[in-house]
């Protein structure tokens, strides 16, 4: 499905086309039964209609036939659209790995965003072609939401917490992007444009702005200058706080049962109120850091933290780790 349909944005994302597909499906099962039903009635109405006005209409039985008929048909094609959309569902909003991972925030009225390697941007993304992308989203104030409509992509933004959202560019070129969540005044003119480049040029941009630094070593700074280290120290020097190598993406055992997996909710939880969700073995003694930090500060912090547990350091030169090459016109799919 391309954009010679009217109303339907340009396709430029791996699931554009299963995202339309599903589009069309649903407003042809629609539009097919609104045309039948419709036809139906005006035929009704003319064949059966009353003749004189002492007229009595035969008295009709029911048929339990008719009623398994109007049943079945259309349970199986709302579970076909459920499967389907399901289907589709999943896909789009089960992060990859191996993503290049972007670090977006919110602001009445603007966008910012953050490369691992420390390029930033406001309102304008770019981004290489063939490679899995992964936005990981807050905001400094109220509910924003990320609609990129060429990639069919669209997640909010909330307070508090980190949200994501991933596409995959499949051409170059520029793409609008929108915020769709009412958000005040100058909600309208918080939009801007993903730039999606060749892996070469986008090499090229990135090394053209390389002067930055990146938001694990900000973060690294921040955690020397806020004292973290005296209580987290790499392995678990002052130990009155847990190690943090590692922690990343492992299950952490809380003092009160349950494991939980460390993302960067996670992360982030720990650090704005650490009696929430306490490491056994730990007492309560971290003094909460909310209100101390941007958010951009604490994502650094968290880039920091997950920058502990990963091998290798995430680089956006378009090398993906483990994957195929970006070159190549059909990168292996994650799933
Ligand atoms: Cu931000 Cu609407």
């Not at 407003?27 to 059966?48: D, K």
């Not at 993304?125 to 990639?151: N, Q, S, W, Y």
């Not at 900000?218 to 678990?236: I, P, Y």
Request: hydrophobic share 40%; glycine share 8%; proline share 7%.
């Amino acid at each position: 499905m391309q954009s010679w349909f009217p109303f339907i944005p340009e396709s430029a994302s791996t699931i554009s086309g299963d995202v339309d597909a599903v589009y069309f499906y649903v407003s042809g099962v629609t539009v097919f039964f609104v045309t039948l039903i419709s036809l139906v009635i005006i035929f009704f109405v003319i064949r059966y209609r009353r003749r004189n006005a002492f007229e009595i209409p035969r008295p009709i039985e029911g048929s339990h036939k008719l009623e398994t008929l109007w049943s079945v048909i259309p349970l199986v094609i709302a579970m076909s659209i459920f499967v389907w959309g399901a289907k589709v569902y999943f896909a789009q909003y089960r992060p990859p790995q191996n993503a290049l991972e972007v670090y977006v925030v919110g602001k009445q009225w603007m966008w910012k965003f953050q490369h691992p390697t420390g390029q930033r941007e406001i309102n304008e993304l770019h981004v290489p072609v063939g490679r899995k992308v992964k936005l990981i989203m807050t905001t400094e104030d109220v509910i924003h939401d990320v609609f990129i409509p060429a990639f069919r992509i669209k997640m909010d933004v909330v307070p508090g917490k980190y949200t994501s959202e991933w596409f995959e560019a499949t051409k170059p070129g520029r793409y609008h992007f929108f915020c769709a969540e009412y958000c005040g005044m100058n909600h309208s003119g918080m939009r801007g444009y993903v730039e999606v480049m060749e892996p070469k040029d986008f090499d090229n941009w990135l090394s053209g702005n390389a002067n930055q630094m990146s938001p694990a070593a900000a973060g690294q700074a921040m955690f020397e200058s806020l004292g973290c280290v005296s209580c987290h120290g790499a392995n678990a020097e002052g130990g009155r706080g847990p190690a943090l190598v590692g922690v990343y993406g492992s299950n952490v055992v809380l003092s009160n049962g349950p494991a939980v997996k460390a993302d960067e909710g996670y992360l982030r939880e720990s650090i704005i109120n650490p009696q929430a969700k306490i490491v056994t073995g730990f007492g309560p003694i971290m003094p909460s850091f909310q209100g101390q930090l941007t958010e951009e500060q604490l994502l650094g912090l968290v880039a920091y933290i997950k920058s502990l547990s990963t091998p290798k350091p995430e680089t956006t030169t378009a090398k993906p780790p483990a994957t195929g090459t970006p070159q190549s016109a059909n990168p292996v799919r994650q799933q």
